[in-house]
């Protein structure tokens, strides 16, 4: 992108993106963490995840006062508006996903109460695409991407597959043994808060996608845009 | 969409110099239309070619068509003091006669003999001076000369003048360049009333003005037209990468 005219314009922009992704690395980490904590049974470990949670707030609040007056300071139109806005939903959304990441530790914490269980094996590969959405929908936003956009997009029905499929395990582990009731159900609240993680990296997305094409997202759109690029 | 206004294939020439450069522009009636682009890009020519205001210059040349209401400004068989009366327009300065603002309002109707007798006159002088927001702060004065009014309440005379001969246009070229933001804004709400009745240009460096109170921008660029569309997308949507820098305030 051409640089703007006043130099001080182009460092604000420059410092939404840098926060936007510094908030996507520390819940990155802790979607790592929260999860290594259930496999690991460490408790310190998830004790430290729900309070490292309070920093991704923080860094959504300074994402929202710098947006804010980068609105008010410099009253941007066209890809610039589209980019504080985008801003905007995008760090509201990495917050819910760290919340996510919280609320599986919280999990870990209850799972540690009880005696270990297999079925938490399961979690690691669980946690891959929804990462991997994360990731890739950051890029795109920074990148202003929209080929990465439109395939983080897709991801999510795969999640929702694999996730699918391991509510059927947990069934099953509770239809064969009562006694596995208790930590399934821990599970299940850990997977469900996984699958939220994939739904809210396709939010991420779609605020992409209408940054770039400037147009509300609309999943009729994607099959005409999706074959056309 | 019928045009009040239908520019087609504009070529305008400063003698050897090109101004223009086949710009066809449609500008829709009861809509204000905002003229951007930077300094020297031909944006107060394009507007003077709107009235004839370019008919004085020595070794002017214009291609193309003006067509208001469908019919061509510049066929030979139109009166230019008549298309004046319908095409009015108002100056980055405000300018007012060196006359009382009475005389200042009855000017255009006196010259195009538009009343029936004096009371008629009064009334055109109180509804112009009403319709530009002026009247309940000089009712009482009349008589007074109207340089002696501040630069906000001489730009709403002036506004006042160009309406009282009931014209079918305004054009404005940055008409609120000299004005402090509380008489911007009057102005700029006048604007808003005034587009119910008359369809406007204006010609306007402040990309925040043309974006409050335009339904329409077009984007000139170097004697070109870049590009043209409904305001709101123009601004949130541009598509040609000129009009992106231009607007973002990037090098172009
Ligand atoms: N009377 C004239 N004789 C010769 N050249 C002229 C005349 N008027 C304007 N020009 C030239 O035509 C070009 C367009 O000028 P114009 O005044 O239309 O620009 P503009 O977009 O209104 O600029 P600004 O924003 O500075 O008012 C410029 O290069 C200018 O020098
Ligand atoms: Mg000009």
Same mark, same amino acid.
């Given at each position: 992108?051409?640089? *703007?005219?006043?130099?001080?314009?182009?460092?604000?922009?420059?410092?939404?993106?840098?926060?936007?992704?510094?908030?996507?690395?520390?819940?990155?980490?802790?979607?790592?963490?929260?999860?290594?904590?259930?496999?690991?049974?460490?408790?310190?470990?998830?004790?430290?995840?729900?309070?490292?949670?309070?920093?991704?707030?923080?860094?959504?609040?300074?994402?929202?006062?710098?947006?804010?007056?980068?609105?008010?300071?410099?009253?941007?139109?066209?890809?610039?508006?589209?980019?504080?806005?985008?801003?905007?939903?995008?760090?509201?959304?990495?917050?819910?996903?760290?919340?996510?990441?919280?609320?599986?530790?919280?999990?870990?914490?209850?799972?540690?109460?009880?005696?270990?269980?297999?079925?938490?094996?399961?979690?690691?590969?669980?946690?891959?695409?929804?990462? %991997?959405?994360?990731?890739?929908?950051?890029?795109?936003?920074?990148?202003?991407?929209?080929?990465?956009?439109?395939?983080?997009?897709?991801?999510?029905?795969?999640?929702?597959?694999?996730?699918?499929?391991?509510?059927?395990?947990?069934?099953?582990?509770?239809?064969?043994?009562?006694?596995?009731?208790?930590?399934?159900?821990?599970?299940?609240?850990?997977?469900?808060?996984?699958?939220?993680?994939?739904?809210?990296?396709?939010?991420?997305?779609?605020?992409?996608?209408?940054?770039?094409?400037?147009?509300?997202? %609309?999943?009729?759109?994607?099959?005409?845009?999706?074959?056309?690029? | 969409?019928?045009?009040?206004?239908?520019?087609?294939?504009?070529?305008?020439?400063?003698?050897?110099?090109?101004?223009?450069?086949?710009?066809?522009?449609?500008?829709?009636?009861?809509?204000?239309?905002?003229?951007?682009?930077?300094?020297?890009?031909?944006?107060?020519?394009?507007?003077?070619?709107?009235?004839?205001?370019?008919?004085?210059?020595?070794?002017? *040349?214009?291609?193309?068509?003006?067509?208001?209401?469908?019919?061509?400004?510049?066929?030979?068989?139109?009166?230019?003091?008549?298309?004046?009366?319908?095409?009015?327009?108002?100056?980055?300065?405000?300018?007012?006669?060196?006359?009382?603002?009475?005389?200042?309002?009855?000017?255009?109707?006196?010259? *195009?003999?538009?009343?029936?007798?004096?009371?008629?006159?009064?009334?055109?002088?109180?509804?112009?001076?009403?319709?530009?927001?002026?009247?309940?702060?000089?009712?009482?004065?009349? %008589?007074?000369?109207?340089?002696?009014?501040?630069?906000?309440?001489?730009?709403?005379?002036?506004?006042?003048?160009?309406?009282?001969?009931?014209?079918?246009?305004?054009?404005?070229?940055?008409?609120?360049?000299?004005?402090?933001?509380?008489?911007?804004?009057?102005?700029?709400?006048?604007?808003?009333?005034?587009?119910?009745?008359?369809?406007?240009?204006?010609?306007? *460096?402040?990309?925040?003005?043309?974006?409050?109170?335009?339904?329409?921008?077009?984007?000139?660029?170097?004697?070109?037209?870049?590009?043209?569309?409904?305001?709101?997308?123009?601004?949130?949507?541009?598509?040609?990468?000129?009009?992106?820098?231009?607007?973002?305030?990037?090098?172009?």
């Amino acid at each position: 992108m051409i640089q *703007h005219i006043v130099k001080a314009y182009d460092e604000e922009l420059k410092k939404l993106h840098d926060l936007i992704r510094y908030m996507g690395e520390l819940t990155l980490s802790q979607i790592n963490k929260a999860i290594q904590s259930i496999v690991d049974r460490d408790a310190e470990l998830a004790r430290e995840v729900i309070s490292e949670d309070q920093k991704i707030n923080l860094l959504e609040i300074r994402v929202d006062e710098l947006a804010t007056r980068i609105l008010a300071l410099r009253q941007p139109v066209a890809s610039d508006l589209r980019t504080v806005i985008a801003s905007l939903k995008i760090s509201n959304q990495v917050e819910r996903i760290a919340d996510y990441a919280a609320n599986i530790a919280k999990f870990s914490l209850n799972l540690q109460k009880l005696p270990s269980f297999e079925e938490v094996e399961g979690l690691p590969i669980l946690i891959e695409i929804p990462k %991997q959405m994360i990731e890739s929908a950051l890029i795109a936003f920074e990148k202003a991407d929209l080929n990465l956009a439109i395939k983080v997009w897709h991801m999510d029905s795969e999640v929702d597959k694999l996730y699918k499929a391991y509510l059927q395990n947990l069934f099953a582990a509770m239809i064969a043994d009562p006694k596995n009731v208790n930590p399934c159900t821990q599970l299940l609240f850990a997977a469900k808060n996984i699958e939220r993680i994939g739904d809210q990296s396709q939010n991420i997305a779609e605020a992409v996608y209408t940054m770039i094409t400037g147009k509300p997202f %609309q999943e009729s759109d994607l099959a005409k845009n999706g074959s056309k690029i | 969409m019928a045009f009040k206004i239908d520019v087609q294939n504009l070529n305008l020439f400063y003698g050897e110099k090109q101004a223009l450069f086949n710009v066809s522009l449609g500008l829709p009636a009861s809509q204000t239309t905002a003229l951007i682009g930077p300094s020297g890009c031909g944006k107060s020519s394009f507007l003077r070619c709107l009235n004839r205001m370019n008919d004085v210059v020595p070794n002017l *040349h214009l291609e193309g068509k003006v067509l208001l209401d469908g019919k061509d400004i510049y066929d030979p068989s139109v009166d230019v003091v008549d298309l004046r009366s319908h095409v009015g327009m108002v100056f980055q300065k405000p300018n007012p006669f060196p006359r009382s603002i009475y005389e200042n309002v009855a000017y255009g109707p006196r010259i *195009h003999r538009l009343f029936k007798d004096k009371s008629a006159l009064d009334q055109i002088v109180e509804k112009s001076l009403t319709r530009a927001g002026l009247w309940d702060e000089v009712k009482d004065r009349l %008589q007074q000369a109207a340089t002696r009014l501040s630069g906000g309440q001489q730009q709403r005379l002036c506004i006042a003048r160009a309406i009282a001969v009931n014209p079918k246009v305004i054009l404005m070229d940055e008409p609120c360049s000299a004005l402090d933001p509380i008489a911007t804004a009057k102005i700029e709400e006048l604007i808003d009333e005034l587009r119910e009745k008359f369809t406007l240009v204006i010609v306007t *460096h402040n990309l925040q003005q043309a974006a409050r109170i335009s339904q329409k921008t077009a984007f000139f660029h170097s004697g070109y037209l870049v590009e043209a569309g409904e305001t709101g997308e123009l601004f949130t949507t541009p598509k040609d990468e000129r009009t992106q820098g231009y607007i973002t305030g990037r090098y172009g």
